[in-house]
């Protein structure tokens, strides 16, 4: 059994920054793929990055060179670092985590209850 913890969430201005973290209980936290996703209010849920157990990264196109994954096996986290934040990043924030690094929500065993990211124009 594996629980998740987001948190870091809040309200920011466009353009500006915010790290959410992903803290993880469980023996197999260095062994599992990690994801982060996001749902904003009326769509549906979508992808945002993965990182595996090994550090390869993946991330959405709407994201790329604007958000960074990295982990720390030591401290069971994962981090989501986004910059150049746009209003349409706005979207519960989730992290996931599962046996393979994947785009594809299904892909993951377990989830995080989700954190709130606003991003005011």
């Known amino acids: 059994q594996v629980q998740l913890v987001e948190s870091g969430g809040g309200l920011v201005q466009a353009g500006g920054s915010l790290r959410l973290s992903c803290a993880a209980s469980g023996r197999t936290f260095s062994s599992a793929a990690m994801g982060w996703f996001r749902q904003a209010p009326g769509k549906e849920r979508e992808f945002v990055g993965t990182?595996?157990?090994?550090?390869?990264?993946n991330y959405a196109n709407s994201v790329k060179g604007r958000f960074t994954i990295s982990r720390d096996n030591t401290k069971n986290t994962v981090y989501l670092q986004m910059n150049s934040l746009k209003p349409e990043d706005t979207a519960v924030y989730f992290c996931?985590?599962?046996?393979?690094?994947?785009?594809?929500?299904?892909?993951?065993?377990?989830w995080g209850q989700g954190t709130q990211v606003t991003v005011s124009s």
């Open positions: 990182i595996s157990w090994a550090g390869t990264t």
């Open positions: 996931a985590a599962g046996p393979r690094a994947d785009a594809y929500s299904t892909a993951y065993n377990y």
